[in-house]
């Protein structure tokens, strides 16, 4: 691969994961927590548990996702 295609990879990459966090915080801000909504990791993809949601609406990463990116 060239570098402008790594590039161009890259920039798609972190637009799909910027659109899965608006859809994501999107959903937090229309859904009352608890009732049933399921929302999707951020980084990882996996279901946000409901009690995360309901502890945190404006949860955008399961839990071990989150503990890594604190860990950085």
């Known amino acids: ?7 161009s990879l890259a920039i ?3 637009e799909m994961m910027r659109d899965r966090q608006i859809r ?3 959903a937090s801000l229309a859904v009352e927590p ?3 909504e399921q929302r999707d990791c951020a980084i990882c993809g996996d279901e946000i548990p409901a009690a995360r949601i ?3 609406p404006s949860a955008t990463r399961c839990v071990n996702c989150q503990q890594m ?3 950085r």
């Open 34 to 36: 608890g009732l049933g």
């Open 12 to 14: 798609e990459r972190d």
């Open 54 to 56: 309901k502890a945190l």
């Open 24 to 26: 994501n915080i999107q």
């Open 1 to 7: 691969m060239t570098e402008e295609s790594d590039i």
């Open 69 to 71: 990116a604190e860990r």
